[in-house]
């Protein structure tokens, strides 16, 4: 087969970034260069870097996979350059030997000096023109690993810490006040373009007191963290107990049995629907294993009147001690639930949607599940941990009283700009949050703040200096995030055309310290080589560096949006306490009270949080600088290959969609190989090719988004539920849902649906494929 190469000349400094200038591609140098020989070497599917490890692409037909990351190789040399290096290459052009070899002295001497003066004459030109008009200083390599240490090295531990306890000093009122704190501390850092973005939004409040629970068999009514609701702690009442609700819960009072559904799993709806009827009465719910939003969904299809929610103590890591406290759950899944699809602009029209669900759901403490189902304050026997379980012989009647206000408020949003000199039309989101109207999340908003605020801080420092990123880095702090990431969502929505044209990746901070045990690095397939490379540029100066795996699975925060409805790609770096629960998935969704003390308790020294920012940092950097997006497509392939084998099973048959999943790697591989390896190479970058190839890069994840997933569940599919499964979470679901109600019209909707998708990447990769051939032919 031929391969056929664009190369131009690399264009003059202050020369226009963009690829659609017809000068720049009539211009154009066509090389064409064979690889027949090259394809019939043994080992085709391995490309060598100068110096490198071969990283094995897999055979598409073979059923055991190669699930190493596959590194982009670089061209070999053009063919010009190979003959010139060739010791055997003889040049045919021969120059005619001069008529006559003598010459006359007097006039070469008259050259030579007509030739001296005029190179004098424009050294002292030279000169006294430099100084009156100094040329601006050259910018250094985008790519240049040496800029990113410069940068990355002014984020520091003590500057974290400083602006960590600035925010906290700053009195909250409201989400405006604390929004217009953050405004200031960025714009003092010299980001010239930053903006305050306020919406009106229906946010669900605690009423004046706190939701009650009461004990109908002996009388004794409890607050949700488990104190008695007698007159002398009804003064007590704080911020962290009138937050411990759920956010949009249905309002009033149910009196009814309560019932232990542990997990709320299908087998548990299963065990618990064949011994009683479940019409009406109050569920006893453990936080985990699956999405709250999804348990919930099958409670109130199974007729369910209200749900007690809390977290077992065996699910939680040994370090932490919450059994006493407490917490807030949203049940918003995105944005305002008065704008659905559509963002809270003046004149928009507003949905009278007071609660999302028609279940009384309200949170409790592990000391007061405890106390409902009458067993010893200590479970631990051991050194092993008994997990809370209601007695099958005991029979419980509770009240449960919900009294939270629905209204209106403003909820602002802090966008900053960074304008890009190459693609400023190309925006890198890197996101976290802060305080919303003093909820139950306390005070680490602060930590993903000053992480922030810390790497604008370093930014501008060397944009001072007169350095600036390829593509524009957009800054964003959220509002509202706790109640159902309603800022993002606003904004998203108010933004969205442009957003999908423009947006090539979404870098979260959400909650970036909340243990200090191990990394946790998640990212989109087409992103997990780039973040597993940035845990080793981050330790280069280090004895040890132990690395984290980089896994694709569902996150908590702001990203939500970008990824379940743009299809960006995204990452986020975390610190975790290490929890060997097999429960412990979806804790997260409980929003404990954190308060400061606890946050400096965490990491003492802030060095926690300044890993955070480097390795945050340095991923935005690569994706803003690189001239080729820094995305692996071969890898999102050997995900959904991944996904489909560990399947394949009795219920279903999975044959077509193993079949076009090998046709999306082969593509993939073909893409891979022909079309990025060539535009890794400097020598070999037409502006056109790159531009071309970076738009086919930047919208690989978009063909994943199925139309309709299950509440809680990512429309991603990319995106799995857990760490502990490897399949697709929307087939996950439908075998479940077949298992409740014996139908697989659900199973063959979302096969349906997962083959669509495969089927549609693949055609979008093929066309990739074409438009390169096309261009490259009609140039030659």
């Known amino acids: 087969?031929?391969?056929?190469?664009?190369?131009?000349?690399?264009?003059?400094?202050?020369?226009?970034?963009?690829?659609d200038n017809d000068d720049l591609q009539a211009?154009?140098?066509?090389?064409?260069?064979?690889?027949?020989?090259?394809?019939?070497?043994?080992?085709?599917?391995?490309?060598?870097?100068?110096?490198?490890?071969?990283?094995?692409?897999?055979?598409?037909?073979?059923?055991?996979?190669d699930l190493e990351p596959i590194q982009p190789s670089a061209s070999p040399k053009g063919r010009f350059q190979r003959l010139q290096e060739d010791p055997d290459y003889i040049s045919h052009y021969t120059r005619q030997a001069p008529k006559n070899n003598r010459c006359n002295f007097f006039q070469i001497l008259k050259v030579f000096c007509t030739a001296l003066i005029v190179f004098i004459f424009g050294i002292v030109i030279g000169y006294y023109s430099g100084k009156k008009c100094p040329s601006p200083p050259a910018s250094p390599e985008p790519n240049n690993p040496h800029i990113y240490h410069e940068i990355l090295k002014e984020i520091k531990a003590e500057n974290i810490q400083q602006i960590y306890r600035d925010f906290l000093q700053f009195p909250r009122e409201d989400d405006v006040d604390t929004a217009m704190k953050i405004l200031g501390q960025w714009t003092s850092h010299g980001l010239e373009d930053v903006q305050l973005?306020?919406?009106?939004?229906?946010?669900?409040?605690?009423?004046?007191?706190?939701?009650?629970?009461?004990?109908?068999?002996?009388?004794?009514?409890?607050?949700?963290?488990?104190?008695?609701?007698?007159?002398g702690t009804k003064t007590l009442h704080s911020q962290d107990l009138l937050y411990s609700y759920a956010a949009y819960s249905a309002k009033g009072t149910l009196e009814a049995e309560l019932v232990d559904i542990q997990y709320g799993t299908i087998e548990d709806l299963i065990r618990i629907q064949a011994i009683t009827n479940v019409t009406k009465k109050i569920a006893l719910l453990k936080l985990g294993q699956s999405p709250l939003l999804y348990k919930l969904s099958l409670l109130e299809d199974a007729g369910f009147g209200g749900v007690l929610l809390y977290v077992d103590p065996c699910d939680l890591p040994k370090t932490t001690d919450l059994a006493d406290k407490a917490f807030m759950?949203?049940?918003?899944?995105?944005?305002?639930?008065?704008?659905?699809?559509?963002?809270?602009?003046?004149?928009s029209y507003r949905q009278h949607r007071l609660n999302l669900t028609t279940l009384l759901v309200q949170p409790i403490s592990a000391v007061l599940a405890k106390k409902l189902i009458s067993v010893p304050e200590n479970t631990v026997q051991k050194d092993r941990c008994v997990p809370l379980q209601l007695p099958s012989t005991e029979k419980k009647i509770i009240s449960l009283n919900i009294q939270s206000v629905t209204t209106y408020r403003t909820i602002s949003n802090v966008i900053g700009y960074l304008k890009g000199t190459v693609f400023p039309d190309r925006y890198v989101l890197i996101g976290s949050h802060h305080s919303s109207l003093n909820t139950s999340s306390g005070q680490e908003w602060a930590s993903s703040t000053a992480i922030i605020t810390a790497f604008i801080q370093a930014l501008m420092l060397k944009v001072k200096r007169g350095w600036r990123p390829d593509r524009t880095i957009v800054f964003c702090s959220w509002g509202g995030t706790s109640f159902g990431n309603v800022g993002s969502y606003e904004w998203a929505e108010d933004l969205k055309r442009v957003l999908q044209r423009n947006v090539v990746a979404y870098v979260s901070l959400h909650n970036p310290v909340?243990?200090?045990?191990?990394?946790?690095?998640?990212?989109?397939?087409?992103?997990?080589?780039?973040?597993?490379?940035?845990?080793?540029?981050?330790?280069?100066?280090?004895?040890?560096?132990?690395?984290?795996?980089?896994?694709?699975?569902q996150m908590q925060g702001d990203s939500d949006y970008f990824i379940?409805?743009?299809?960006?790609?995204?990452?986020?770096?975390?610190?975790?306490?290490?929890?060997?629960?097999?429960?412990?998935?979806?804790?997260?969704?409980?929003?404990?009270?954190?308060?400061?003390?606890?946050?400096?308790?965490?990491?003492?020294?802030?060095?926690?949080?300044?890993?955070?920012?480097?390795?945050?940092?340095?991923v935005t950097l690569q994706i803003a600088n690189e001239p080729v997006l820094?995305?692996?497509?071969?890898?999102?392939?050997?995900?959904?290959?991944?996904?489909?084998?560990?399947?394949i099973g009795d219920e279903v048959d999975a044959s077509q969609l193993l079949?076009?999943?090998?046709?999306?790697?082969?593509?993939?591989?073909?893409?891979?190989?022909?079309?990025?390896?060539?535009?890794?190479?400097?020598?070999?970058r037409a502006p056109i090719r790159v531009r071309m190839l970076n738009d086919v890069l930047q919208s690989l994840e978009k063909s994943f988004l199925v139309q309709q997933a299950p509440p809680g569940l990512y429309r991603n599919i990319l995106y799995r539920l857990d760490e502990r499964t490897n399949q697709f979470s929307v087939l996950l679901e439908a075998l479940e849902h077949y298992k409740l109600h014996q139908s697989n019209e659900t199973i063959q909707a979302a096969l349906s649906e997962v083959l669509n998708s495969i089927s549609s990447a693949q055609v979008y990769f093929k066309a990739g494929l074409d438009v390169f051939e096309t261009t490259l032919a009609g140039k030659k």
């Open 329 to 347: 759950v949203s049940l918003n899944s995105g944005g305002d639930p008065s704008t659905p699809g559509y963002a809270s602009i003046d004149g």
């Open 197 to 231: 973005v306020n919406y009106s939004v229906l946010l669900d409040l605690p009423g004046s007191s706190s939701n009650t629970v009461t004990l109908k068999n002996s009388g004794e009514c409890f607050y949700p963290d488990g104190l008695q609701c007698n007159r």
């Open 659 to 684: 079949v076009v999943a090998s046709q999306l790697r082969d593509t993939a591989e073909l893409f891979q190989s022909d079309e990025m390896r060539p535009a890794n190479d400097p020598k070999e």
């Open 1 to 19: 087969m031929a391969y056929h190469k664009v190369n131009a000349d690399q264009r003059a400094q202050g020369h226009s970034p963009y690829l």
């Open 630 to 647: 820094p995305f692996n497509a071969l890898d999102i392939a050997l995900e959904v290959q991944n996904s489909l084998k560990v399947f």
């Open 27 to 65: 211009t154009a140098l066509e090389l064409e260069w064979d690889m027949e020989k090259e394809l019939e070497e043994p080992g085709f599917d391995h490309f060598r870097l100068d110096g490198a490890v071969q990283h094995h692409l897999g055979n598409s037909q073979s059923p055991d996979l």
């Open 514 to 553: 909340r243990g200090n045990s191990t990394l946790h690095p998640i990212a989109s397939p087409s992103l997990q080589q780039l973040t597993a490379e940035s845990q080793s540029f981050n330790c280069v100066e280090k004895a040890k560096c132990p690395r984290s795996n980089v896994s694709s699975v």
């Open 564 to 618: 379940n409805h743009l299809g960006v790609p995204a990452t986020q770096f975390s610190y975790e306490d290490i929890n060997k629960s097999e429960n412990s998935s979806f804790l997260s969704e409980a929003l404990f009270p954190v308060h400061a003390t606890k946050t400096e308790e965490l990491d003492p020294s802030f060095k926690l949080h300044e890993t955070i920012g480097k390795l945050t940092g340095h």
